[in-house]
């Protein structure tokens, strides 16, 4: 079963104003279902704790192919310089489904917003 094809969605809780990092979101969750670990990689601080683990874990999961992400904001707080949010992430490898609250915080650098922290990185590992 090819999960590539798996619709990526980003759905939002519901707020009078979208998320200012709902777009970085929904990028996130369709370069995880596109396989494409340098573009999911690039909204994360490279400087943050736990990097190379998470950066390892998304290369091995992106060589294993067939993966679907689903992400829906179910809390989120902050300024317009850092969010704290939490995601209901559901991944879908092959032959395996997973769902967990996973937790991140949002800064602004410079004219994006990146990643600072993610927890727990352990989600995006193969064998969960």
């Known amino acids: 079963m090819n999960l590539a094809g798996f619709a990526v969605v980003a759905m939002f809780a519901a707020a009078s104003e979208p998320s200012p990092v709902a777009d970085v979101v929904a990028e996130f969750a369709t370069d995880l279902s596109q396989g494409d670990a340098p573009a999911f990689l690039s ?5 943050m ?53 996973v937790r991140c915080t949002f800064e602004h650098r410079g004219k994006r917003w990146k990643v600072t922290a993610i927890e727990p990185v352990e989600f995006f590992a193969l064998s969960h």
Do not use: M, P
Not at 43 to 47: E, Y
Not at 61 to 78: F, H, K, M, P, Y
């Open 43 to 47: 909204h994360f601080d490279r400087n």
């Open 49 to 101: 704790t736990g990097y190379a683990r998470l950066s390892g874990l998304i290369q091995a999961l992106a060589a294993q192919g067939d993966v679907g992400s689903s992400v829906e904001i179910t809390e989120d707080a902050g300024d317009d310089r850092r969010r704290k949010l939490a995601l209901d992430w559901i991944l879908e490898l092959a032959g395996e489904r997973r769902r967990q609250t």
